[in-house]
C-alpha cells in the first residue's frame, strides 16, 4: 500500500513539474514575442501582419498544449478536447450562423452603397 501510494505521489510530482516548466516556457516565449517580435511584424502590410500574428499564437498557445497532451497525458487531443463529438451537427450550425452573417453584413453594405451613391448624385 505504502508503495503505490508513493508511486502516485512521484506521478503527480512529476506531473505538476511538468506543468510548471511548461507554464515558464510559455511565458518565456510569449514575452519574447510581444517585447522582440513585435517590432518585426509591425514592418508588413496588414493582410501579412494578421498571418503572422495568427501563426505566432497557433505556434505559442495550441501547438505545445497539443504536444503535452498527446505526450505527457498520453491521449489523443482531438479525443482530449472533444473535438470529435457532435462534428455534423457543429458544421450545419456553424456553416448556418456564417451564411446568416454573410446575408446580413452583404445587405447592410448595399444600403450603404446606395446611400452614398444617392448622396453623391444629387
Not at 38 to 59: N, S, V, W
Request: contains cysteine.
Amino acid at each position: 500500500m505504502e508503495l503505490i501510494s508513493k508511486a502516485e505521489n512521484n506521478v503527480k510530482n512529476r506531473n505538476v513539474q511538468t506543468l510548471i516548466l511548461y507554464l515558464l516556457f510559455f511565458y518565456f516565449i510569449w514575452a519574447l514575442k510581444e517585447l522582440w517580435f513585435i517590432d518585426y511584424f509591425h514592418l508588413f502590410e496588414e493582410t501579412a501582419y494578421a498571418l503572422l500574428e495568427a501563426t505566432a499564437k497557433i505556434l505559442v498557445w495550441i501547438v505545445p498544449i497539443g504536444l503535452y497532451v498527446k505526450y505527457d497525458l498520453k491521449i489523443k487531443p482531438i479525443d482530449y478536447f472533444h473535438m470529435n463529438v457532435h462534428v455534423k451537427k457543429d458544421y450545419f450550425g456553424v456553416s448556418f450562423f456564417l451564411h446568416l452573417l454573410v446575408c446580413v453584413l452583404s445587405l447592410k453594405s448595399i444600403s450603404l452603397i446606395k446611400k452614398h451613391f444617392i448622396f453623391y448624385c444629387h
